[in-house]
């Protein structure tokens, strides 16, 4: 039987890399804010963006490679200052390879009011499963922010914290990312649906249906 291959740390450091220019590209983080990371988990490492470096100047070398404990093994710069939350989440999330921050600008306007997104639409059905829950308003004290996002992480692979931002999950950087860029696009929609009107939650046997299809029959998938 063929095993599976592990992917190698230059592999993670790449596809981290691509998520830290991705949310870039995309609009969801400006100058210095945001990041993305992703774990080796077979190793015990971490690999995040540089705390206050330009994203259009980020290579791949630069990213800053830490233990599980948030000590640096690699890189000449001092990681990200949410490093601690992402170690926090990584520690009781063992599904998750890749988290994504950003303060992008619809996904914060529900955060600034400390308002989840119901699932008003097949979208938010299709790639969250649920509602996309806030957590209440934290410090950033400690593990506080990390606790806040863990406390309230549910089937969504995205939680917003309460007048502060957006976090995002995925089983691996890439998939983080998407998870990041279809929250802003979704949070978009409602956004601009509320000034219109009020738009009514899918009853949850629908948001099921969704996401069942969704995740079972959607896309191409590779023969066994």
């Given at each position: 039987?063929?095993?599976?291959?592990?992917?190698?740390?230059?592999?993670l450091r790449r596809e981290?890399?691509?998520?830290?220019?991705?949310?870039?590209?995309?609009?969801?983080?400006?100058?210095?804010?945001?990041n993305a990371s992703g774990?080796?988990?077979?190793?015990?490492?971490?690999?995040?963006?540089?705390?206050?470096?330009?994203?259009?100047?980020?290579?791949?070398?630069?990213?800053?490679?830490?233990?599980?404990?948030?000590?640096?093994?690699?890189?000449?710069?001092?990681?990200?200052?949410?490093?601690?939350?992402?170690?926090?989440?990584?520690?009781?999330?063992?599904?998750?390879?890749?988290?994504?921050?950003?303060?992008?600008?619809?996904?914060?306007?529900?955060?600034?009011?400390?308002?989840?997104?119901?699932?008003?639409?097949?979208?938010?059905?299709?790639?969250?499963?649920?509602?996309?829950?806030?957590?209440?308003?934290?410090?950033?004290?400690?593990?506080?922010?990390?606790?806040?996002?863990?406390?309230?992480?549910?089937?969504?692979?995205?939680?917003?914290?309460?007048?502060?931002?957006?976090?995002?999950?995925?089983?691996?950087?890439?998939?983080?990312?998407?998870?990041?860029?279809?929250?802003?696009?979704?949070?978009?929609?409602?956004h601009l649906a509320l000034?219109?009107?009020?738009?009514?939650?899918?009853?949850?046997?629908?948001?099921?249906?969704?996401?069942?299809?969704?995740?079972?029959?959607?896309?191409?998938?590779?023969?066994?």
């Amino acid at each position: 039987m063929e095993s599976l291959q592990v992917p190698s740390l230059e592999q993670l450091r790449r596809e981290v890399w691509e998520a830290n220019l991705g949310i870039f590209r995309a609009g969801l983080v400006t100058m210095h804010s945001g990041n993305a990371s992703g774990i080796d988990r077979r190793r015990g490492l971490v690999i995040i963006k540089p705390s206050g470096m330009d994203y259009e100047k980020l290579r791949p070398a630069d990213l800053a490679v830490t233990d599980l404990e948030g000590r640096r093994v690699q890189g000449r710069w001092k990681p990200s200052v949410d490093l601690p939350h992402h170690l926090y989440i990584y520690e009781r999330r063992p599904a998750i390879g890749g988290i994504i921050h950003t303060h992008s600008n619809y996904a914060t306007s529900f955060a600034a009011l400390g308002r989840s997104i119901p699932a008003y639409l097949t979208a938010i059905a299709d790639e969250f499963g649920d509602e996309i829950p806030c957590a209440p308003y934290v410090d950033n004290a400690g593990d506080h922010v990390g606790e806040a996002v863990v406390k309230c992480l549910g089937q969504a692979p995205a939680v917003l914290l309460a007048q502060h931002g957006a976090f995002a999950f995925g089983s691996t950087p890439r998939a983080a990312f998407k998870a990041a860029v279809m929250l802003e696009d979704v949070a978009k929609t409602c956004h601009l649906a509320l000034l219109l009107g009020k738009p009514r939650a899918l009853p949850p046997n629908e948001v099921r249906k969704w996401y069942g299809r969704y995740h079972t029959t959607y896309g191409q998938r590779k023969k066994p």
